[in-house]
């Protein structure tokens, strides 16, 4: 044991003897622990070895296959008052969330080892910072938390006799769908995550802790812990401006946050340093200012897509010392995966553990996937060639700008910016999303998607609405705010803007909007770039493609506001009145609007 913490030694008693594992394993974060796990889990098959001489230190893992996304309707928010969870959360109460969990857990751990995992999610004594201890049943769990946490010794050192953390239970139990069950309890700090092995359900220092708890911590305790990816823009004169940037599973922060600048840009410059690609964790500093950390040290990314021309950094982030779940495995050991760099093996074995070859067909004549669509890499931050240096920083970073986004084929235009910050607020209270493989549900179907924090407040929404408007009361320098969409289609469904690099040029524009220095015209539903406004150097898009990406149609948003209010009104009296005094402002924009059309 490598605590004298009583409340942690009793903790693990008590849950060892719920679960009645073999034994029990302090985790102290070494090298020689690493190595020695990983050699277990080769043994057991829960790892597969892979090519070292061009993959070192890599392994693949395979998830069961109906385990392959987080299961947000198994997902509960456990509070004594239904209210406090909200329309946005499943609820059961504290005493049938632990029952029902408990059934599950009894000797859910008979044969195999209990593994104590201490982690810090931000960098270890920083006032940001929270701990957490997760036991597991997975080695796979353990070698991931080793990447994506600061995980072992110095946690359960600075921990010392008496401080708190969350107490973050998992067991695979049986993998069986039916015997899953993800339980957050915010009131006693506490996670139980039971029957599954995919990434968002048991890394709990991740979605569970760093969001679903470490939202509700934030509303206490007057802070923001959001989903958003942080990333630095470098000028040329070697300022860096930070930004945060909340965009929903599988819409695009990995990839912004390692952006590597356009042809046409690079002669300005521009260097971009990554400090975060998935949480973001936001406080209000002396000075007045938004202050962010990545609570995180590793990153757990959608593999299908990552290639050298959409994310060399990425590329180069996962060459070593990286777990794969979920892709394909060449004869020669190495991967493969859709939208990769390489055409397709002539044969390989899926991410399901069958004989693959191209053209493989479905009973429904569909093409069955090499790799799945949400299969993921979990890689060490450090690893990544745009990793900033301020990842340590037990200050973080000051944010100039927030920016929202999501999925819409139509409607949003490419960039535009709140009038200030309760219309902000409203702006991204109002996000909405067409959904992804990151979750189980319909595919393509737009879903309201507040903050891109629907699956990870946990709370109820209406109070975290308001939470951000008191945050912005209280900031004397705080960020603008924005709203950005790269996949506004053509009438054939093609994306309208190239995405991925060029994003820098939106980029740009935020920046100088936060200095005043870029046009903009004024739309009912905020500042939209004027087309000149927007460096085009290098990149040849015709003027009526430009034009429909920053068209704001009043009618289309006209249709829109329906479905928000039909949103809002879930939350009854709780939603506070400035979020439908914003809309009430929204709404007779957008009619004036279409009544100037109507009569110019
Ligand atoms: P999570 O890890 O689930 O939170 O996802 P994420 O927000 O980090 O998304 P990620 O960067 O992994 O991107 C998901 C998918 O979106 C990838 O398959 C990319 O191909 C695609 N994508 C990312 N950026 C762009 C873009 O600028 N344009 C287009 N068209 N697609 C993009
Ligand atoms: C997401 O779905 O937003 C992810 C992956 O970042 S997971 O950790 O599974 O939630
Ligand atoms: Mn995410």
Same mark, same amino acid.
């Given at each position: 044991?490598?605590?004298?913490?009583?409340?942690?030694?009793?903790?693990?008693?008590? #849950? *060892?003897?719920?679960?009645?594992?073999?034994?029990?394993?302090?985790?102290?974060?070494?090298?020689?622990?690493?190595?020695?796990? @990983?050699?277990?889990?080769?043994?057991?098959?829960?790892?597969?070895?892979?090519?070292?001489?061009?993959?070192?230190?890599?392994?693949?893992?395979?998830?069961?296959? =109906?385990?392959?996304?987080?299961?947000?309707?198994?997902?509960?928010?456990?509070?004594?008052?239904?209210?406090?969870?909200? %329309?946005?959360?499943?609820?059961?109460?504290?005493?049938?969330?632990?029952?029902?969990?408990?059934?599950? !857990?009894?000797?859910?751990?008979?044969?195999?080892?209990?593994?104590?995992?201490?982690?810090?999610?931000?960098?270890?004594?920083?006032?940001?910072?929270?701990?957490?201890?997760?036991?597991?049943?997975?080695?796979?769990?353990?070698?991931?938390?080793?990447?994506?946490?600061? #995980?072992?010794?110095?946690?359960?050192?600075?921990?010392?006799?008496?401080?708190?953390?969350?107490?973050?239970?998992?067991?695979?139990?049986?993998?069986?769908? =039916?015997?899953?069950?993800?339980?957050?309890?915010?009131?006693?700090?506490?996670?139980?995550?039971?029957? &599954?092995?995919?990434?968002?359900?048991?890394?709990?220092?991740?979605?569970?802790? *760093?969001?679903?708890?470490?939202?509700?911590?934030?509303?206490?305790?007057?802070? +923001?812990?959001?989903?958003?990816? /942080?990333?630095?823009?470098?000028?040329?004169?070697?300022? /860096?401006?930070?930004?945060?940037?909340?965009?929903?599973?599988?819409?695009?922060?990995?990839?912004?946050?390692?952006?590597?600048?356009?042809?046409? +840009?690079?002669?300005?410059?521009?260097?971009?340093?990554?400090?975060?690609?998935?949480?973001?964790?936001?406080?209000?500093?002396?000075?007045?200012?938004?202050?962010?950390?990545?609570?995180?040290?590793?990153?757990?990314?959608?593999?299908?897509?990552?290639?050298?021309?959409?994310?060399?950094?990425?590329?180069?982030? $996962?060459?070593?010392?990286?777990?794969?779940? =979920?892709?394909?495995?060449?004869?020669?050991?190495?991967?493969?995966?859709?939208?990769?760099?390489?055409?397709?093996?002539?044969?390989?074995?899926?991410?399901?553990?069958?004989?693959?070859?191209?053209?493989?067909?479905?009973?429904?004549?569909?093409?069955?996937?090499?790799?799945?669509?949400? &299969?993921?890499?979990?890689?060490?931050?450090?690893?990544? %060639?745009?990793?900033?240096?301020?990842?340590?920083?037990?200050?973080?970073?000051?944010?100039?700008?927030?920016?929202?986004?999501?999925?819409?084929?139509?409607?949003?235009?490419?960039?535009?910016?709140?009038?200030?910050?309760?219309?902000?607020?409203?702006?991204?209270?109002?996000?909405?999303?067409?959904?992804?493989?990151?979750?189980?549900?319909?595919?393509?179907?737009?879903?309201?998607?507040?903050? *891109? #924090?629907? %699956?990870?407040?946990?709370?109820?929404?209406?109070?975290?609405?308001?939470?951000?408007?008191?945050?912005?009361?209280?900031?004397?320098?705080?960020?603008?705010?924005?709203?950005?969409?790269?996949?506004?289609?053509?009438?054939?469904?093609?994306?309208?803007?190239?995405?991925?690099?060029? =994003?820098?040029?939106?980029?740009?524009? $935020?920046?100088?909007?936060?200095?005043?220095?870029?046009?903009?015209?004024?739309?009912?539903?905020?500042?939209?770039?004027?087309?000149?406004?927007?460096? @085009?150097?290098?990149?040849?898009?015709?003027?009526?493609? #430009?034009?429909?990406?920053?068209?704001?149609?009043?009618?289309?948003?006209?249709?829109?506001?329906?479905?928000?209010?039909?949103? !809002?009104?879930?939350?009854?009296?709780?939603?506070?009145?400035?979020?439908?005094?914003?809309?009430?402002?929204?709404?007779?924009?957008?009619?004036?609007?279409?009544?100037?059309?109507?009569?110019?």
């Amino acid at each position: 044991m490598l605590t004298k913490n009583k409340a942690l030694i009793n903790w693990v008693e008590e #849950m *060892a003897k719920m679960c009645e594992p073999d034994q029990v394993v302090w985790c102290d974060g070494s090298d020689v622990e690493k190595e020695r796990l @990983m050699q277990e889990a080769i043994k057991t098959g829960e790892l597969i070895e892979l090519n070292q001489e061009k993959l070192p230190g890599c392994t693949l893992h395979r998830t069961a296959t =109906n385990d392959v996304a987080r299961t947000e309707n198994l997902t509960f928010i456990c509070t004594s008052k239904k209210e406090d969870a909200g %329309p946005n959360n499943n609820w059961m109460s504290p005493e049938e969330g632990y029952k029902k969990a408990g059934e599950i !857990f009894k000797q859910s751990m008979v044969g195999r080892t209990m593994y104590v995992v201490p982690f810090s999610m931000g960098p270890v004594g920083s006032p940001f910072s929270k701990i957490g201890v997760e036991l597991t049943d997975s080695i796979y769990v353990v070698l991931n938390m080793r990447i994506m946490t600061r #995980m072992g010794k110095a946690v359960l050192d600075r921990l010392g006799y008496q401080g708190e953390f969350t107490k973050c239970l998992h067991s695979k139990a049986d993998l069986d769908i =039916n015997r899953r069950l993800i339980m957050h309890f915010p009131e006693d700090n506490a996670i139980w995550s039971v029957g &599954s092995g995919y990434g968002g359900n048991v890394l709990l220092g991740k979605k569970c802790l *760093a969001l679903r708890i470490a939202s509700y911590l934030a509303k206490k305790e007057g802070w +923001l812990a959001e989903h958003m990816l /942080i990333m630095g823009v470098e000028d040329p004169s070697g300022h /860096i401006d930070y930004v945060a940037a909340a965009f929903p599973s599988a819409c695009g922060k990995t990839n912004l946050a390692m952006l590597i600048p356009p042809e046409g +840009l690079k002669s300005k410059g521009y260097r971009i340093w990554t400090v975060g690609d998935d949480i973001a964790w936001m406080q209000i500093d002396s000075d007045g200012a938004l202050w962010a950390i990545n609570p995180e040290a590793g990153c757990f990314g959608v593999v299908p897509g990552t290639n050298s021309k959409t994310n060399p950094n990425a590329m180069a982030m $996962i060459r070593k010392d990286t777990i794969y779940t =979920n892709v394909l495995l060449k004869p020669d050991k190495t991967l493969w995966w859709e939208d990769g760099d390489d055409s397709a093996p002539p044969e390989g074995i899926d991410w399901q553990g069958r004989p693959w070859k191209p053209g493989l067909l479905d009973q429904n004549g569909k093409p069955i996937d090499g790799a799945h669509p949400n &299969s993921r890499f979990t890689a060490p931050i450090a690893n990544c %060639p745009s990793v900033t240096n301020r990842l340590e920083h037990h200050h973080g970073v000051q944010i100039s700008a927030i920016i929202f986004g999501g999925r819409r084929a139509h409607l949003a235009p490419l960039v535009y910016e709140a009038f200030d910050w309760p219309h902000g607020v409203f702006m991204g209270a109002t996000m909405a999303s067409e959904r992804t493989a990151a979750q189980y549900g319909k595919q393509g179907e737009v879903r309201r998607d507040p903050m *891109a #924090m629907l %699956p990870f407040c946990g709370y109820n929404m209406a109070d975290y609405f308001d939470h951000w408007l008191e945050m912005g009361r209280q900031m004397t320098k705080p960020p603008k705010i924005f709203n950005v969409n790269w996949f506004r289609t053509d009438e054939s469904g093609n994306f309208l803007w190239p995405g991925y690099g060029e =994003n820098l040029r939106v980029l740009e524009w $935020i920046i100088d909007r936060t200095k005043d220095k870029a046009k903009a015209a004024k739309t009912p539903i905020g500042y939209v770039p004027t087309p000149e406004s927007l460096d @085009m150097t290098g990149l040849d898009l015709s003027k009526e493609t #430009m034009e429909h990406l920053l068209e704001v149609n009043p009618k289309d948003w006209e249709e829109e506001l329906e479905s928000i209010s039909d949103f !809002f009104n879930q939350f009854g009296d709780r939603l506070p009145q400035l979020i439908w005094d914003e809309y009430e402002a929204l709404c007779s924009r957008i009619k004036k609007r279409i009544e100037n059309y109507a009569h110019p």
